[in-house]
């Protein structure tokens, strides 16, 4: 089959690979009909991640078409068109028993602050991802979920993670009616978490970014209000006098390990490699909520200590609220909000690119060139 | 009568009250469907106990656990498990080593993770130019022409630290070839005399 495959940092091309084989009574072999690329992809192809291995396949967000299953699978059939978490998760540990999925103790040997997350290291168990043909899927009988037939193939590959986690992080902030929301990060997780913060009964949403692509999509798409970064001269203080010198009730971190706006925690966090990533925005965050608010933390970060002000977070009395995102979770009422019309994720896709163009789509996608905010790979469009 | 001029910070209430539930309904497709925080998915954060679909206590062990790396904050290889790239030469030992000797709390056990990422990603380039299908510093590289790369970056503040990225990537491809010549400068200064 062909498959992304990792070659080192900045380094990705499409290679031949072995279709995955049944490796459990559980697993299941997806023929993958359209994958993406996420954000936190971006953090292995930069090479910020441990234990990134040479030849491996990245790709958490996929949807296809079951083509086998192990002999212990009830729940699935072949032929099923399935939308696949981006946990790899048990359904029977202690943290899955009680709902968190993204905590699974029973799928990452590598590591026990992390679940597993399909083509995302070793350091989250070392799975093979769906940027590539076929995919093997654990845990057949609990992860996938049936495509509905009304659902948009974009839709639901959003929905494995990108779309999902936005709402998860609203959820995070703990929104009260009323309440301003800071969403710091116009990518696709941000401008979803910026639209479900509305459902939550936000009175005000302010996103905050500095390409003007992504603050045009989250003023159309999320109806907020924006900050462009770039444009003011310290965002804490604009954040400020935007609420009246009190702080945002709630601020989303939408932004994750490679954020912008401080060159020095960029070049010591990202090009360096000196921290487990940029905390700029989760600085941004706790700097710009009010005192007693709460700061929802859904960026990726890595597990290498970062630079934190961690005392202002303290002296500030803010509720720090944040995890890898349960996603199968939210999916019941996600469903719903897709199928009204209260999110919409796939306005959040901009670019499709065929499988074997993905070293561009990385390129494009990291830079940020061409207005992309979410790239989709198509794998049989060659 | 309080000073307009005081901002909401340092008065009892917000000066500015939040539109009204008609008003954000009018605007705001969906405002407040979620407005019950105990109605929310994620909510209470412990559901017990999560309707998973999974029909065993413990699952089944999948075979191959045998000397696979393993975290020793695990009280064993987990019953389902990646098998994808295993470890393998120099980089598998000092991984290996990682994972037996440092628990996931103690900064050696990543930064001898990401040594023994270069050392194998070094070794894969190096290998890849016998191979005849060598791979170059960057990948992706041609979408700067053909994806608008100058007219993206056109006033964005991230232009500064990407203009780093040529060093990051091909620092250690510079530094290496500098050494290569050090050295075989030096090897024939020492064969001639």
């Not at chain 1, 995102?325 to 999916?331: F, I, S």
Request: overall charge negative; aromatic content about 8%.
């Amino acid at each position: 089959m062909r498959a992304m495959v990792y070659r080192g940092p900045y380094k990705v091309r499409v290679e031949d690979k072995d279709v995955p084989s049944i490796e459990h009574p559980n697993d299941a072999i997806v023929r993958v009909t359209l994958a993406a690329i996420c954000g936190s992809d971006l953090h292995l192809y930069h090479g910020l991640m441990p234990d990134t291995r040479i030849g491996h396949t990245f790709g958490h967000e996929f949807i296809g078409v079951v083509e086998q299953v192990g002999p212990s699978v009830q729940n699935l059939q072949v032929g099923d068109r399935v939308m696949v978490p981006f946990n790899v998760f048990c359904g029977s540990c202690w943290y899955c028993a009680r709902g968190l999925y993204s905590n699974c103790h029973n799928v990452n040997p590598n590591a026990t602050a992390v679940g597993g997350i399909y083509g995302y290291s070793h350091t989250t168990g070392g799975y093979d991802g769906g940027q590539s043909q076929y995919v093997r899927v654990p845990f057949a009988d609990v992860g996938p979920v049936r495509i509905p037939d009304w659902m948009h193939d974009e839709d639901a590959v959003c929905l494995t993670d990108a779309a999902a986690t936005g709402y998860f992080g609203a959820q995070l902030g703990e929104i009260a009616e009323g309440d301003t929301v800071v969403v710091l990060g116009a990518g696709p997780v941000g401008l979803v978490a910026a639209q479900s913060a509305w459902l939550m009964g936000a009175g005000r949403v302010i996103v905050v970014d500095h390409l003007a692509e992504r603050l045009e999509k989250a003023r159309t798409m999320a109806y907020a209000e924006t900050i462009d970064y770039d444009e003011v001269d310290d965002v804490v203080v604009e954040m400020k006098k935007q609420t009246d010198y009190l702080g945002a009730d709630v601020v989303i971190e939408a932004a994750g390990a490679e954020a912008d706006g401080n060159f020095l925690q960029q070049v010591t966090g990202t090009k360096l490699k000196l921290q487990g990533g940029s905390p700029v925005a989760l600085n941004w965050a706790i700097d710009g909520v009010r005192k007693g608010g709460t700061v929802s933390v859904v960026g990726a970060y890595g597990p290498i200590p970062n630079a934190v002000k961690f005392g202002d977070a303290l002296n500030k009395g803010l509720t720090l609220r944040m995890n890898q995102t349960p996603v199968k979770r939210q999916w019941p009422r996600m469903f719903e909000h897709v199928r009204n019309g209260h999110l919409t994720p796939r306005e959040v896709v901009t670019h499709r690119f065929p499988l074997e163009e993905i070293a561009e789509a990385y390129h494009v996608f990291s830079a940020k060139l061409d207005g992309c905010i979410k790239p989709v790979i198509v794998p049989d469009a060659a | 009568m309080t000073d307009p001029d005081i901002p909401s910070a340092y008065l009892r209430d917000k000066r500015t009250p939040p539109p009204s539930r008609e008003e954000l309904r009018a605007r705001i497709p969906g405002w407040g469907a979620d407005l019950d925080p105990a109605d929310r998915p994620s909510y209470p954060k412990l559901q017990y106990p999560a309707d998973t679909g999974a029909h065993w206590d413990f699952p089944e062990r999948q075979p191959g656990s045998e000397g696979r790396e393993h975290s020793i904050e695990h009280a064993f290889v987990t019953p389902v498990f990646g098998t994808a790239q295993p470890l393998h030469g120099l980089s598998g030992a000092i991984r290996r080593y990682a994972y037996a000797r440092f628990s996931e709390g103690r900064l050696a056990h990543w930064l001898l993770l990401i040594v023994g990422d270069r050392v194998e990603a070094w070794g894969s380039t190096l290998r890849s130019f016998a191979s005849g299908r060598p791979v170059p510093p960057a990948t992706g590289l041609e979408t700067e022409f053909t994806r608008g790369g100058l007219r993206s970056r056109r006033g964005r503040s991230d232009v500064r630290h990407q203009l780093l990225d040529p060093v990051v990537v091909a620092g250690p491809w510079v530094a290496g070839a500098g050494a290569a010549v050090l050295g075989v400068r030096k090897v024939l200064r020492s064969v001639r005399g």
